[in-house]
């Protein structure tokens, strides 16, 4: 899959980002939720968003995408994922959805939280706000210097992830940590 200039933006991001297709299974991810979850990204690219869950969450898991594929998006969603090892971590989880130049629906962006590491390193929540920031600030120079120059797929892909740093920006993780606490 070749990366955009948008994408690259989430290459060494601090937070687990994961692109899904209409059905859940997963297409692309960065380096941060491989190396979360202890896999190689090739073990990953294929695998049904079930597979990083343990059975027990399944369940929140499917209102996850049943609440995206009804309103296009996800917030706040608390999920336990499971690591390569068997052991497990709370994650916030948040999506917003990939259209085509027609409208119609491609998959989705999704960044995850762990709210364990969070809770434990508070100046993780600092890195990631700055990162979002930071994030925000590198798409809308990317907008204003090549979106116009981009073909139809780089900018549905500029738009969903611009779309996700948008939302994410409003994101209280701090309070999302100690409601987790």
Same mark, same amino acid.
């Given at each position: 899959?070749? !990366?955009?200039?948008?994408?690259?933006?989430? $290459?060494? #991001?601090? /937070?687990?980002?994961?692109?899904?297709?209409?059905? %859940?299974?997963? /297409? =692309?991810?960065?380096?941060?939720?491989?190396? @979360?979850? !202890?896999?190689?990204?090739?073990?990953?690219?294929?695998?049904?968003?079930?597979?990083?869950?343990? $059975?027990?969450?399944? =369940?929140?898991?499917?209102?996850?995408?049943?609440?995206?594929?009804?309103? %296009?998006?996800?917030? &706040? !969603? @608390?999920?336990?994922?499971?690591?390569? *090892?068997?052991?497990?971590?709370?994650?916030?989880?948040?999506?917003?959805?990939?259209?085509?130049?027609?409208?119609? +629906?491609? %998959?989705?962006?999704?960044? /995850?939280? &762990?709210?364990?590491?969070?809770? #434990? $390193?508070?100046? +993780?929540?600092?890195?990631?706000? *700055?990162?979002?920031?930071?994030?925000?600030?590198? +798409?809308?120079? /990317?907008?204003?210097?090549?979106?116009?120059?981009?073909? &139809?797929?780089? @900018?549905?892909?500029? =738009?969903?992830?611009?779309?996700?740093?948008?939302? +994410?920006?409003?994101?209280?993780?701090? %309070?999302?940590? &100690?409601? #987790?606490?």
């Amino acid at each position: 899959m070749i !990366q955009t200039e948008a994408r690259r933006t989430l $290459k060494d #991001a601090p /937070i687990m980002w994961r692109r899904i297709n209409s059905i %859940g299974v997963i /297409i =692309d991810c960065n380096s941060t939720y491989a190396a @979360k979850l !202890q896999y190689a990204k090739s073990e990953i690219i294929g695998k049904t968003v079930f597979e990083h869950v343990p $059975k027990e969450s399944w =369940d929140g898991m499917t209102k996850s995408l049943t609440r995206w594929f009804e309103t %296009g998006k996800v917030t &706040d !969603q @608390k999920i336990v994922f499971l690591k390569e *090892d068997g052991t497990k971590f709370p994650g916030l989880l948040q999506a917003t959805s990939i259209y085509d130049r027609t409208g119609v +629906l491609m %998959g989705s962006n999704t960044a /995850i939280f &762990d709210l364990e590491e969070m809770a #434990a $390193k508070r100046s +993780l929540i600092k890195t990631c706000n *700055d990162f979002i920031r930071d994030a925000n600030r590198r +798409l809308e120079e /990317i907008r204003r210097e090549q979106y116009e120059g981009m073909d &139809d797929t780089s @900018k549905s892909e500029y =738009d969903g992830l611009r779309q996700m740093f948008e939302m +994410l920006a409003g994101v209280d993780l701090a %309070g999302m940590v &100690d409601d #987790a606490a």
